[in-house]
């Protein structure tokens, strides 16, 4: 969501206010209830304040938008603050992007792209060169975002016999779109307006949705002038060819090698790629809710936190409201205990393969864990991504046992050495993510047991990608021993390597047990230390491709 | 005794209930009760406030009322005006009442529609009071 910038929703507002980054220096500056930034170069004088008008973002991360001067055109601030850590940090580098990125937005970034989204019924009307003269309906999410327009539903429901008619007599109001009253496809599609990868149909589609908006309205059966991308699927091949031509990184650092998505916020693509989708049933509202009935403070902390789930969609009810055969017997299932986390069903079915805005999430396309997907497109399969400690070998003897599964060609390393280890060392920075991510997660703790954890988790604080460093620092301190390390995952070189070295010594001296045994599958000596042949193949075997995953 | 004099004792019984239901609305706030206090409950809260209030500015008219005609020589109370401002006393807080009871989102419960009756019965006997007033002078 966006709103106006004001002491109350400016996060952070109250903390730092000189920031520098790549030769600049920033200075927010507070007039009132309004909020200023001034700009110099290293050495030189500020420059006159621009007003902060905008924020985007309430839940994980918030940016600013400075007025340009030129009507309503917006420029980005370059620092966004990170809402559970309290702290500001270059936008560059709070979503996983290549290290040489220095700028993520920029000028008219706002106008043109993210309030395609951030808002109700925006209008980016586009003016010539890089202004705009933008319009929303509201800056919020609001109630026409998901219902459609409200005019006739205002204008009709102003008479209190019709209302009460409908209180009495209906379910629903025909004067406006209710999302739970259309099959699954139309109704997931209200939120796949924003929450999927799309793209236009052609220029004069993209020149229309930038003059009067989108043209979709909740209840439509398609997104009008948009359509939704699925790599794979056989419709608009002639589009997805041109995007391949003019952005040949569009699929990749999107998708998975077999058209699955990996980016957080593009759930729709994962729903409908589903099997459940096919139903015709399946939908969003399926285990989300936006009203929820339990309005205590209290409860509505928690939806908000936890997915906006309807009451129980959090346990194995969200997939046994359909699937109810399998719950009486869930051991005979899933192989593992009824109670232990190996039989939740999102464990299996929804691993935290997806990754956006410095956390991964659970991928949206329901799906069964194998090893082809690793070995085929270097996807995290859920087996592994909760037994970090076993090898691919360990997975496919496992899932060929249990479930017939065919067992693939695998290579040495994937017989001897745990897969974490492979991606968090040799994997794409989006792999690298995702482990040093998942080693914080509580069931793969417990399972993997952790205390082989510390030299990945440090060793990625040096990580180029500063979305990896972020999440090795913040698994790190839900080791025992780490949980007040500081760490400053957006410092130079120089200063990752000295903190990661005084992180070494700390856990060798001071946290580990003199005991411990490490698992040989986790490629470390006795004493911890990695062992130097298999880390240093490993590493110069990295997959040092350029990849964005943004959301 | 003259046909108001029911009013009074209507009035003075009616000021006893309504005093007390907002001594259970403040129960009800005091301790957060979700059912009254809730963001989602808010047309439950006015219509159990109009419902306090109109029940007890109902039974000081109905004490007006009795006193009236008490205290002014050659006023001819009505037998329907009496009824109509007793049953005015009643309809008004329990029409609110009902309404917070089932509440539809942005509306009140079909009780909410004892309300205008309510008020048609007051306006006649306020009215007709006056007239009769007027002309006893």
């Known amino acids: 969501m966006t709103q106006v910038a004001t002491a109350a929703t400016l996060f952070g507002a109250a903390q730092e206010r000189e920031f520098s980054l790549d030769g600049r220096q920033y200075k927010m500056e507070q007039q009132g209830d309004k909020f200023f930034v001034r700009m110099r170069s290293l050495g030189g004088d500020y420059g006159p304040g621009k007003q902060v008008v905008l924020v985007t973002g309430s839940h994980t ?34 979503f996983l992007t290549p290290p040489d990125l220095k700028e993520y937005y920029s000028i008219g970034a706002w106008n043109g792209a993210c309030m395609d989204c951030h808002v109700t019924q925006g209008q980016s009307r586009f003016v010539a060169g890089n202004k705009w003269d933008s319009r929303v309906a509201e800056l919020g999410i609001a109630c026409e975002a998901c219902h459609s327009e409200g005019n006739q539903h205002i204008a009709l429901n102003r008479n209190p016999v019709r209302r009460f008619k409908i209180h009495l007599t209906a379910k629903s109001d025909s004067s406006m779109t209710n999302p739970a009253r259309l099959t699954g496809p139309v109704s997931g599609l209200d939120c796949g307006q924003c929450h999927s990868v799309w793209a236009f149909n052609n220029m004069t589609d993209k020149i229309d949705f930038n003059r009067q908006g989108a043209n979709f309205r909740p209840g439509h059966d398609d997104l009008g002038q948009r359509f939704v991308v699925q790599p794979n699927a056989p419709d608009h091949s002639e589009q997805k060819d041109f995007i391949r031509k003019a952005e040949p990184d569009f699929f990749t650092n999107r998708f998975w090698g077999d058209g699955m998505i990996r980016v957080t916020g593009r759930e729709f693509n994962g729903l409908q790629a589903s099997p459940c989708f096919r139903g015709g049933n399946f939908s969003c509202i399926s285990c989300h809710e936006m009203h929820p009935k339990q309005t205590q403070q209290v409860s509505l902390t928690k939806w908000a936190r936890t997915g906006q789930l309807r009451p129980e969609m959090d346990s194995d009810q969200a997939c046994l409201q359909c699937h109810k055969a399998i719950g009486p017997n869930i051991t005979a299932h899933t192989h593992h205990e009824a109670a232990s986390s190996g039989s939740r069903c999102y464990n299996c079915h929804m691993p935290h393969n997806t990754f956006g805005l410095l956390h991964a999430m659970r991928g949206h396309q329901v799906s069964w864990p194998t090893v082809q997907e690793s070995v085929a497109y270097g996807r ?8 970090l400690n076993q090898t691919l070998a360990w997975t496919a003897e496992k899932l060929h046992a249990w479930y017939n599964q065919p067992v693939p060609q695998l290579s040495q390393d994937d017989q001897t050495i745990a897969a974490a280890v492979q991606w968090i060392v040799k994997g794409d920075a989006g792999q690298r993510a995702l482990i040093a991510w998942g080693m914080a997660w509580e069931p793969a703790q417990k399972i993997a047991g952790r205390d082989w954890f510390y030299p990945y988790l440090i060793y990625s604080m040096t990580d180029p990608y500063a979305a990896v460093r972020f999440d090795a620092w913040k698994s790190l301190q839900t080791l025992p021993g780490f949980s007040d390390f500081p760490f400053t995952y957006t410092s130079d070189d120089h200063s990752l390597r000295e903190t990661a070295a005084r992180a070494f010594e700390k856990w060798l001296r001071e946290v580990r047990p003199p005991n411990v045994i490490f698992p040989p599958q986790s490629a470390l000596d006795s004493d911890g230390h990695f062992q130097q042949d298999v880390f240093q193949r490993l590493r110069s075997e990295r997959d040092n491709k350029r990849i964005l995953l943004a959301e | 005794m003259n046909n108001l004099d029911r009013n009074l004792r209507f009035g003075w019984w009616s000021l006893l209930i309504f005093l007390s239901l907002g001594g259970g609305l403040e129960i009800l706030h005091g301790f957060k009760i979700g059912w009254y206090v809730d963001v989602g409950n808010d047309m439950r809260r006015l219509m159990f406030t109009l419902a306090h209030a109109h029940g007890t500015a109902l039974a000081l008219v109905n004490i007006a009322a009795g006193l009236t005609a008490r205290n002014i020589k050659g006023f001819p109370p009505r037998p329907s005006v009496s009824l109509s401002l007793i049953w005015a006393g009643i309809l008004f807080p329990v029409g609110f009442f009902l309404g917070g009871i089932v509440t539809y989102d942005g509306d009140p419960g079909l009780g909410i529609w004892l309300v205008p009756i309510a008020a048609l019965l007051l306006f006649y006997c306020v009215a007709r009071i006056a007239f009769d007033l007027s002309k006893s002078n």
Do not use: D
């Open chain 1, 61 to 94: 991360l918030q940016i600013p938008w400075l007025e340009t001067g030129e009507g309503r055109t917006l420029e980005q601030f370059p620092f966004a603050y990170i809402i559970a850590e309290k702290m500001w940090a270059p936008v560059s580098e709070t």
């Open chain 1, 380 to 387: 995290p399969n859920a087996c592994n991504l909760c037994h």
